[in-house]
């Protein structure tokens, strides 16, 4: 199963509860997560605007991608592609 959509999910409640008890001045915010897939780390970094902020909450489709970066590092002795994902 593909965690992204968990992980988006998760920024974009971070990002509204920042917005709501935070400093309620941000118009973008990196949010990041980490995936343990097997015996290594998967790591994101999700950027969150107001715009996806307040379409989510509207109920419809952002017109543009929400772009998440995700991160595998190089583990010395593991052949690449030997993760699941």
């Avoid at 974009?12 to 980490?34: E, P």
């Avoid at 489709?61 to 998440?68: A, D």
């Amino acid at each position: 199963m593909d965690p992204t959509p968990r992980i988006t999910a998760g920024a974009l409640a971070t990002f509204l509860m920042t917005m709501v008890f935070g400093t309620g001045r941000w118009t973008v915010g990196s949010f990041f997560g980490i995936e343990i897939v097997e015996t290594s780390s998967v790591f994101y970094k999700i950027k969150v605007t107001q715009k996806l902020d307040q379409t989510v909450c509207n109920g419809v489709y952002l017109t543009m991608e929400t772009i998440v970066e995700r991160y595998i590092p190089i583990v010395p002795g593991v052949p690449r592609g030997t993760c699941s994902r």
